[in-house]
């Protein structure tokens, strides 16, 4: 029988409920508030009393309100039709509550329980299956969604039958299996999965070797992140951690995108409602959102619900994942989730680590991280998840544990800079402070030389010292004066502004500049180096900033031109003639 | 214990803090509200049948036999089309003298929307102020403070864009208002003949703070009738959230919980997101669209709670008084609108997006040649030039006195490029330098 209780004690959403038989660790519940059953979660026992986490307002709560315990953890209900859907952090489809308002306590399905879906067959009868294993699909959009043994089938199985091709419910029985003891489990398009436990349906994790293509400069060219790789992005309040997000959403080189809005602002959610139905995907032609699916628990949705959604995304990610999909998973802000955390731990009079965060956070950032990474399915198909989050240090200070936290879990670091993005230098990562671990991996190095160029990886390692040495000189001038400094310091400073302006800034806002292929990207750091590598002849230093502002200007011109169109020839032609002014001609 | 009209009434208190009081109650609901000695009180903590109350405006005199009675619901306010024209205290009960209202009592601090119920914000709203239609762009549905050090004219400068917008409904939430303060803003909208729009709700620093904590979702629950009963356009002031920020401390600290940054609340992010998410655009037309002041203490952002407003918040408007000019202006470096891109070049010319960064980047080279005047360096010619140009922008631009429309914003942007500048040093897409730079330039 279901352990049940009563309220005995309400301070926020934290209830302490006197329960009157057994209740596991992060057990579900319902407390029963005139009617309404509102969902939350054991995160303490204490005898007696269980302490839960209410994911609803507790307003009109009363001491005695009844309580049922569900014998299970948080969890998500996983089969086809979750792609393009609109979660809540619970996986509510949000589409199907007709209110302006949310209700509290209301409920929805997170799938479709009337569409048919075509399913053909991949396994026979008589194989050997086990958790993960393929037994057949259906078209979910344009994604092969394989209908899976469940995650919680432990052991092997040997198939008894699996349906013949056709159209089928997600709760018709599609294969039924047998267990070594000869037990029979049937097996439908949907199974559950608890939120914090990580999915392990793979044989191996790998270290990532490939690049996953992002469309944004600052990122492919200077510090690179790797398919099934892990990166976060810190930055003050309106340096562009969003929009950046946003913009890897649209052209990163994924199968499937899962955004997890954790605890931000609603308008940024509705931007994606209504842009990514209208968006091509232009890898594809179709639309962005066929490949997208959004958890949204905005700021002013339960705050304990902030820490599922990111859990809920991530398990979804997961189970692509199995299908041997390439996810990437974006979530913004994990602050958010951190300080929902913060909130409750203060409400247990826990004792408080640093700025009062609980002592474990960074525990849990980097357990969560560990469950992105490139993998071998037991199938030996590779499929991965990326996973990039976003940081909200209070007061912009990156010594905060937040920040600190994350900077030990993820391999990439894309630090927003405020200078950079008050004088409007989007995307603001600092490109001196910024790093990607993957650079420096020899199959990284290896699988960037041959794909782009023998020589880029020496390049890119140029390119970030021409940026330092340029910043020096800045330094340099402003300490001693335009005149005070030999004229070379000026033309080693604007060498590292064209890097700067040509390669790191890009216009996100821009049709053909918001995302560039690596091919251009590799021309674009080719001529860039090209002019870096060259000296000129000036006479004093006042020559020296008109000159490469214009080269600035139609480099600039040519990232807003279509590539290799008639008039991004043109202006390469253009770029030519004023180097020629200029350009000092070695004879060797 | 005794039962009046259903109401259940205890005089047994068995613990008072300087904002709290306890006592044994059965049978009451979370965030009810509650009498205590007369004054309101709200539920705050429940444990067993120990209540704990906040009593809003402090529990000075209160003996341990003082009558409690429980109202048996959370705070309310009463909304309905007489709100017009009125104001009212932080509880909704009016202070112009005039008859309570009659109307709908609606509970405050309600629901959140439904993300997919909203629509995205796309009506630009026109204050003539260049500083904020051409670099920091306001859309309905948007959600924005003013940051200001307390000797910038904020509640000035907030009531003339609530004047030029065309809201069909203005609604002030003031918090901490000095009295003065509270009389300049009847006099406006006054003055404006605006007064059949406005509805005011003041908690003045005369108020005992507490009780501010009220205001903004009182004020917020009356736009949302406004806004989805009846579909119009409500425009939120809400002055000075700082106060509020203030009066949130004073709670949670007098509650022995744990403070985090600057002695604030570890909850103040979500706080503050419940009253700044409230701003929204519906499909059918209504919309809130809330301006908010936050003061700051010498200019410091990173103080959390202008840093949690930033960071909830849809850009930030910021004054600052610039020396050269003798002027107050919109900070174009530190202020933002995050829904320009939503209506500018869209809704407005073309050029707007390039024009406005272009005039931006400019206007920073001159910091830097100030930056390089003050170290007592040479000026180049360009430097000579950016100053020029930054010194006229200011003055003909980022002004809080400037009333044009955004194509003749437009137009001082081109002829001040061409004044001082060449085109490359412009930097502004070819198609547009050809057709906006002025034929009359240095180069033409
Ligand atoms: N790549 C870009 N190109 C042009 N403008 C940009 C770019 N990135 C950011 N911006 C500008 O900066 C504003 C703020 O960006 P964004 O919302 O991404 O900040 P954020 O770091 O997510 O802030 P918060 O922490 O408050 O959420 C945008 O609204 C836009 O005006
Ligand atoms: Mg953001």
Redesign the interface.
Known sequence: MATTGKV?????NLV?VEVDGPVSQNEICYIDVGGTKLMSETIKIVGNTAYVQVFE????????NPVEFAGHMLEVTLGPGILSR?YDGLQND??K?E??????GEYTYPLDENKKWDFVPIAKAGERVSAGSWLGEVKENWIGHKIMVPFAFEGEYSIKSVAAAGSYGIHDTIAVLTDAKGQERTVTMVQKWPVKLAVRAYKEKKRPFKIMETGTRTIDTLNPIAEGGTGFIPG???CGKTVLQHSLAKFAEADMIIVAAC?E???E???I???FPELDDPRTGRKLMERTTII?N????P?AAREASVYTAMTIAEYYRAMGLRILLLADSTS?WA??L??MS?RLEEL?GP??FPMDLSAIVANFYARAGYVILNNDQPASITFIGTV?P????LKEPVTESTKKAARCFYALAQPRA???RYPAIDPIDSYSKYLEYDEVQKYLNEKIHPEWVPNVYLSKDILLRGREAFEQI?IL????VPIEYHERYWKSEIIDFVILQQDG?DKIDQSTPIERQRFMLDRVLGICKSSFKFDS??EV??YF??I??TF??MN?SEFNSDKFKALDADLGKILAEREVVHAN | MQTKAGQKIYSKITQITKATCSLQA???????MAMVHGRLAQV??????RVTLQVFSGTEGIPTNAEVVFLGH?PMVKVGEELAGRFFDAYGKPIDGKPEINGEER?IG????????????SELIATGIAGIDLNNTLVT??KIPFFADPDQPYNQVMAMVAMRAKADRIILGGMGLSNDDYLFFKSVFENAGALDRIIAFVNTTENPPVERLLVPQTALTAAEYFA?DRNEKVLVLLTDMTLYCDALSIVSNRMD?????DSMP??L??DL??IY??A?Q?PSGGSITIIAVTTLSGGDI???IP?NT???T???LFLRRDTDIGKVIVDP??S?S??K?LVIGKKTRVDH?QVM?AA??LY?DAANAR??ME????L???DERTLRFAKEYSNSLLAIDVNVDVDTMLDTGWKLFSRHF????V?I??ELMQKFWPAESREG
């Open positions: 005995a004690g309400i301070i926020a302490m307002s507790t307003r009109r709560m009363r001491a005695g609109n949000l589409d509550m209110q302006v308002f949310l209700q509290r003050p309040f309106g605890g602002r609603a308008n959610v509705v931007e409602f209504t842009e949204c905005t700021s002013n949705m705050v958010r300080q929902a913060r909130e203060n408080p700025d009062a909200s209070a007061g912009g200070n008050d004088s409007k402003n004066g335009d005149d005070g806002f230093f006042e900033n008109p502002k214009r600035i200007n600039k011109q807003y | 059965s049978g009451v609901g979370y965030e009810e705050v903590k429940i444990v067993g049948d959370p509970e309600g629901p959140s929307v439904n993300p997919v119920r909203r629509k995205q914000p549905g948007q989805v919980q744990i403070p985090s940054k570890g909850a992010y979500s997101a419940s998410e409230k929204v519906f990173t103080h959390a840093d930033g960071y909830i849809e850009g930030q470096f530190r933002l995050r829904l891109q997006p960064n931006v980047r920073a930056t390089k170290n007592g360096f040479d180049s010619d360009y060449t085109q490359a040093e930097g897409k070819q």
